[in-house]
């Protein structure tokens, strides 16, 4: 099982974002410090203002800010809206196999699942952001 890049680059514009402070970046400054073509980033910026994730202001001055509090915010919350709800097996998608009330495997698929979640749903936002401007990840590019 693999993320898709759209996780992996959503991950980094919010943590971009988080560093910002509350001020709006345009998107050519986040394509630049994030390494995402303008183009995928749009798509992106996108499914995260759906997702209530970032806030985009419209307008000269305009441009996208975190829409919710960066220590709140999960790895977990940031993956799923980009990618849906996780799952690692049909087994516990709405519609479960046969085997469902007996089979083992089961078992094995859903604490691996709540394994990966709980994972995810550890890791803040604002630490991977303080952690990315501990290493100057962005800061050639931090310029709104």
């Known amino acids: 099982m ?7 680059y959503a991950v980094r514009v919010v943590s971009y974002l988080a560093n910002a402070n ?3 970046s345009r998107s050519q400054a986040i394509a630049g410090a994030t390494q995402i073509p303008e183009s995928f980033l749009a798509k992106i910026l996108g499914q995260l203002s759906r997702a209530g994730i970032v806030h985009s202001h419209r307008g000269a001055r305009g441009g996208f800010s975190l829409a919710v ?4 915010l999960t790895l977990l919350e940031v993956v ?3 990618e849906g709800p996780l799952r690692l097996n049909l087994c516990a998608s709405p519609e479960p196999c046969a085997f469902i ?3 083992p495997i ?3 698929w859903s604490q691996a699942e709540e394994s990966l979640r709980d994972s995810l749903r ?3 936002v ?3 952001a303080s952690q990315c401007n501990e290493v100057h990840l962005f800061s050639k590019q931090m310029a709104s």
């Open 2 to 8: 693999q993320f898709t890049r759209a996780s992996d």
């Open 101 to 103: 009330d007996k089979c």
């Open 106 to 108: 089961e078992k094995a």
């Open 122 to 124: 550890a890791h803040k």
């Open 126 to 128: 604002l630490d991977l």
């Open 80 to 82: 799923e809206a980009m």
């Open 69 to 72: 509090d960066a220590k709140n």
């Open 22 to 24: 509350g001020s709006i």
